[in-house]
Structures are given as C-alpha cells and as structure tokens.
C-alpha cells in the first residue's frame, strides 16, 4: 500500500445528479461535438454552485453514466464510435480538466471512448480526474450487454495494458479510488478485484431505474460496501432527454454509503446536489486495522474459490478480437451461452 501521511483524511464527496441530453438525433460527429461542449459548460455553472452551498472541503465530486452522450440506441459499434465517442486526449478531457483544476476537486464521470490500440471499438470508460487536472484513473467496463469491453478484446487489451490495466486503483491525497460502471455494482468480483488492489472509495456512475422500494443495484450498492470495507459514492442520471424512452425512467436515488453500508446522503428525482456527505478516511482505515468479527477483508480465504473459478467458463473472452461484428453479436453470444451452460446441467 502507498503511505498514506499526505492523505486529507476528512473531506466532502457530492454524486451530482443532472440530466443526461442524449446525443442520437445529432446529424455527426461535429454536432454532438457542439452538444457535449453545452453539457459541459452547464455542468461548469452546476458544479460551481454546488462547492459554493457545500464548502470548500468538496474535494470529490462524481457524475452520472454517459452524462455527455447517453448511450447508442440502433448504431452500429463503427457508427457510434466515429459519432458519439471522446478520444483519449480529447477537448471533452481538457475542458472537464480545466473544471476540476478551477475548483481544486477529483471529478469522476463515465464517457464512451476511443482507443488508438482497438481501432473500430469504442469502450465504456470511468474516469478521475485529478485537481491537477490530469486524468488519474480509466477503468473500461467489463460487464456490458451491447457495448465491446475489454473482455471482448481480452488477450490484446492485457498485452496492451496488463491486468492492474484492467483493475486500476488510483492512490490520491483523497484515498483510493476505484470505479465502478452503472450495473457493474451487481457483479462482486469486479469490485473484489478492485478492493484487492486498496480501493477504498467506488466512484459509481450509473443511469439506472429509481424506486422507493429497494431495487437490486440499490442492494447490491450496501453489500459491496459492506464486503469490502469501503465507500461507494453513486451518481444517478435525472433522466434521459432527447431521446424515445420516457424521461424519468433513470431518474434519481444518487447516494454516498460508508464502509459499514450506512446510507449517508440521498436525493430523490430530479437535478440535485443534495446527494453529499463526509468521507472519513481515518474512520475507515481504523475498522480495517480493527481485529474482530467484522474486519471481513482481512478474514478473506480467496484460496478456497480461485480454482473453482479458474476452471469454469461461462460467457466466453476475446469474442470481438480481430472481426467486425454487428448488433447482434451481443445477444447471440449471451444465447449460446446459455445454451451451453443448460447443456452442461449447471443453469
């Protein structure tokens, strides 16, 4: 682990809520260029103005799942990715950059992005941004159901990146942050992985359905902090504009819970900054070296399931390497796996 004697170990952390304008009207590349610049310039004046009614101890703030574009509805991986998607050191980055520079945060969000190693893919990535205005952390989700992941491309994208590529942790004068994407949070090994690696606060963008009954990410939100010790601040759309989905379909619920699964701060609909609350470090990082019942990472037998993993295969890696695929590839290789898997007699 890194040391810790420069950390701030008592700060303020806001999972912004704001709405999403979906990008799939645009005409090209140049118009949703010109939309994802209005985003970023309302999310300037809202940021702002939240640090303004928080206080200067706002060091975190973390936006929404594909907050600049929405997500591809129709497109084809090649259209979207020459229409819709950032570049690794693009003027979104930049922009984005100058934003937490001004305010001296760590900005976390969630963009569709280019990658010169993977031409004619695009992959779902989280970032942090630090208050130097360098982007600190990119994670690409693993789990998606109708995007490429780095999964798809598995064999390349170690050899380009390697596994702590895969499962980056950042180590900052804020703690260790990890991120997590949208319905991510349901898979526990993504999370595992991260925590085994130091994280200690899961940056969680998602645009996910809201309800005042408890939903599955809303559950799985508590466990994952629980079974790892560590926060998880989760930004919520407030709804999905420009687009043929009902508007308030992903609308609401943005939360901060501790290490201990205590819901710290929510909001309910709409565009709000009502979702902040302290992250104590110090607190965490006590119960961690706390021997007893519940120091559940330090009780880990991970020896006990690594080969019960290593000899199952379900849904399969490198199905996107080195071919062009359509839409449709993403159902059909789900349905073979199921297929496969009811063959074998284990589903």
Same mark, same amino acid.
């Given at each position: 682990?890194?040391?810790?004697?420069?950390?701030?170990?008592?700060?303020?952390?806001? *999972?912004?809520?704001?709405?999403?304008?979906?990008?799939?009207?645009?005409? /090209?590349?140049?118009?949703?260029?010109?939309?994802?610049?209005?985003?970023?310039?309302?999310? *300037?004046?809202?940021?702002?103005?939240?640090?303004?009614?928080?206080?200067?101890?706002?060091?975190?703030?973390?936006?929404?799942? $594909?907050?600049?574009?929405?997500?591809?509805?129709?497109?084809?991986?090649?259209?979207?990715?020459?229409?819709?998607?950032?570049?690794?050191?693009?003027?979104?980055?930049? +922009?984005?950059?100058?934003?937490?520079?001004?305010?001296?945060?760590?900005?976390?969000?969630?963009?569709?992005?280019?990658? &010169?190693?993977?031409?004619?893919?695009?992959?779902?990535?989280?970032?942090?941004? /630090? *208050?130097?205005?360098? %982007? %600190?952390?990119?994670?690409?989700?693993?789990?998606?159901?109708?995007? &490429?992941?780095?999964?798809?491309?598995?064999?390349?994208?170690?050899?380009? $990146?390697?596994?702590?590529?895969?499962? &980056?942790?950042?180590?900052?004068?804020?703690?260790?942050?990890? +991120?997590?994407?949208?319905?991510?949070?349901?898979?526990?090994?993504?999370?595992?992985?991260? +925590?085994?690696?130091?994280?200690?606060?899961?940056?969680?963008?998602?645009?996910?359905?809201?309800?005042?009954?408890?939903?599955?990410?809303?559950?799985?939100?508590?466990?994952?902090?629980?079974?790892?010790?560590?926060?998880?601040?989760?930004?919520?759309?407030?709804?999905?504009?420009?687009?043929?989905?009902?508007?308030?379909? %992903?609308?609401?619920?943005?939360?901060?819970?501790?290490?201990?699964?205590?819901?710290? +701060?929510?909001?309910?609909?709409?565009?709000?900054?009502?979702?902040?609350?302290?992250?104590?470090?110090?607190?965490?990082?006590?119960?961690?070296?706390?021997?007893?019942?519940?120091?559940?990472?330090?009780?880990?037998?991970?020896?006990? $399931?690594?080969?019960?993993?290593?000899?199952?295969?379900?849904? &399969?890696?490198?199905?996107?390497?080195?071919?062009?695929? /359509?839409?449709?590839?993403?159902?059909? *290789?789900?349905?073979?796996?199921?297929?496969?898997?009811?063959?074998?007699?284990?589903?």
């Amino acid at each position: 682990m890194a040391n810790h004697t420069d950390t701030i170990e008592s700060f303020r952390a806001l *999972a912004l809520q704001v709405t999403c304008h979906a990008v799939n009207p645009a005409r /090209d590349r140049h118009e949703v260029g010109l939309l994802m610049q209005k985003t970023i310039t309302r999310l *300037a004046q809202q940021i702002a103005a939240s640090i303004a009614f928080i206080g200067s101890d706002c060091r975190l703030i973390v936006l929404p799942e $594909y907050f600049l574009t929405g997500f591809p509805m129709g497109e084809s991986v090649e259209v979207w990715a020459n229409k819709a998607c950032i570049e690794m050191n693009g003027a979104e980055y930049e +922009a984005l950059g100058n934003i937490a520079q001004k305010h001296h945060i760590f900005l976390a969000g969630n963009a569709y992005e280019l990658d &010169p190693n993977f031409p004619g893919l695009y992959f779902q990535t989280c970032f942090v941004i /630090d *208050a130097s205005g360098t %982007v %600190v952390l990119r994670y690409r989700r693993l789990n998606s159901m109708f995007a &490429p992941t780095p999964h798809d491309v598995w064999d390349k994208y170690l050899d380009c $990146y390697g596994l702590e590529g895969v499962f &980056p942790v950042a180590k900052t004068a804020i703690g260790n942050l990890a +991120a997590l994407a949208s319905e991510e949070i349901l898979y526990p090994e993504v999370a595992r992985c991260l +925590a085994m690696r130091g994280a200690e606060i899961f940056l969680h963008s998602t645009s996910e359905v809201y309800s005042k009954n408890i939903t599955p990410k809303d559950a799985a939100k508590i466990t994952r902090a629980v079974e790892n010790m560590a926060y998880v601040v989760s930004a919520n759309t407030a709804g999905l504009s420009n687009s043929p989905i009902a508007m308030s379909s %992903v609308d609401g619920g943005s939360k901060i819970i501790d290490h201990r699964g205590i819901v710290l +701060a929510e909001t309910g609909a709409g565009e709000s900054m009502a979702a902040f609350a302290e992250i104590d470090l110090a607190a965490l990082r006590r119960d961690r070296h706390r021997p007893g019942l519940n120091n559940l990472l330090s009780r880990q037998r991970f020896e006990l $399931y690594a080969q019960s993993y290593s000899q199952s295969q379900f849904y &399969p890696a490198n199905t996107m390497l080195n071919q062009t695929v /359509d839409r449709q590839h993403f159902i059909q *290789a789900q349905t073979q796996t199921i297929e496969r898997l009811s063959n074998l007699g284990i589903i």
